[in-house]
C-alpha cells in the first residue's frame, strides 16, 4: 500500500469542527472523505488519519492528513483535481508519498496553535472574520510575562471546558509567544504535544484580562494550582483561532 500525506488549509467558519459526527452535521472531515472517496474509489480507500480534532469555528493553517491507497498517483494532477471536488474554503496545499507507517496524529510531537487579536479602534476589513477585536489598549509586557507562566507541566483543569472524569488533564506547554504587528494586530502562538477542549482559547482569555488590567499575575498561579474553571478568564470566539503548525 503507498501511503500518501496532505498538508490541510480550511476556514471552519461553516463547520462544525474537523472530526465526522453523526447525523447531518457538516464538518471538515466529511468533505475530504467526500472528495478522496470519489477520486480514490471505495475499494481503494479506506479512510485517513489526521493530526488533530479542530472544535467549531476552529480554522487551519497547517492541518495534516494521511492516506493509504494500492493506486500510484500524479499527485500534480491529483492535488488539482482534489481541490477542485473540495468546497472552495477547504485546500489541498501539498501532497506528497511518505512512510508506510507514517501516521499523521500519533507521530505528531507538537502542535501550533495561533490566535488573532486586533488591538484597535476599529476592524479590519480583512481580519474582521478571523480576530477579535480589542479597543482598550493592552499591556503587551504584562500579558508577555502571563504568558512565561503558563510554560511547562501543569494541570489545566482550570483552563479546558467539559467533564474529563478520570481523564488526565496534566499537559505540557513548550512555547507561549506573543507577537505585535504595526497595524495592531497580535498574535498568540501556543505550542504542545496536545491540549484540552477550549484549553488555547481559555488561555488566551486570561492572558487578555491581564493586559485590560482586570486580572492580575497571581491569580493565574491560582488557577493552575486550583484546577477549577472558575479561576480561569473567560473564553474567547472560536473565530480567532487557527491550527498554524504540526511539528513531527
Not at 500525506?5 to 464538518?27: L, R
Not at 470519489?38 to 492516506?67: C, M, P, W
Not at 491569580?219 to 487557527?242: C, E, M, N, Q, T
Request: proline content about 2%; charged content about 25%; overall charge positive.
Amino acid at each position: 500500500m503507498n501511503n500518501y500525506v496532505a498538508v490541510i488549509e480550511y476556514d471552519g467558519s461553516n463547520y462544525k469542527g474537523f472530526q465526522y459526527q453523526p447525523g447531518k452535521i457538516k464538518t471538515i472531515q466529511d468533505e475530504l472523505q467526500k472528495a478522496l472517496s470519489i477520486l480514490l474509489g471505495k475499494e481503494s480507500f479506506g479512510g485517513f488519519s489526521y493530526s488533530g480534532r479542530t472544535d467549531t469555528g476552529v480554522h487551519a493553517k497547517y492541518q495534516v492528513i494521511n492516506f493509504k491507497t494500492d493506486k500510484f498517483l500524479d499527485l500534480y494532477k491529483f492535488k488539482w483535481q482534489l481541490n477542485c471536488l473540495l468546497p472552495e474554503d477547504i485546500v489541498t496545499k501539498d501532497i506528497r508519498l511518505t512512510d508506510e507507517p507514517f501516521d499523521s496524529r500519533k507521530d505528531a510531537k507538537l502542535r501550533e496553535y495561533s490566535y488573532f487579536v486586533v488591538n484597535n479602534d476599529f476592524q479590519s476589513a480583512f481580519l474582521k472574520k478571523y480576530s477579535l477585536l480589542v479597543t482598550k489598549r493592552l499591556d503587551v509586557q504584562m500579558m508577555r510575562k502571563a504568558a512565561e507562566m503558563f510554560v511547562g507541566t501543569f494541570d489545566f483543569r482550570s483552563f479546558c471546558s467539559g467533564n474529563f472524569g478520570s481523564g488526565s488533564t496534566i499537559r505540557r506547554i513548550y512555547s507561549f509567544r506573543i507577537r505585535c504587528f504595526s497595524d495592531g494586530l497580535i498574535v498568540f502562538k501556543i505550542t504542545a504535544s496536545s491540549f484540552l477542549y477550549n484549553m488555547v482559547r481559555i488561555i488566551v482569555g486570561t492572558v487578555l484580562e491581564v493586559g485590560r488590567g482586570k486580572r492580575n499575575l497571581e491569580s493565574i498561579d491560582k488557577a493552575l494550582k486550583g484546577a477549577s474553571r472558575r479561576l480561569a478568564g473567560k473564553i474567547v470566539p472560536a473565530k480567532g483561532l487557527f491550527l498554524t503548525k504540526v511539528i513531527y
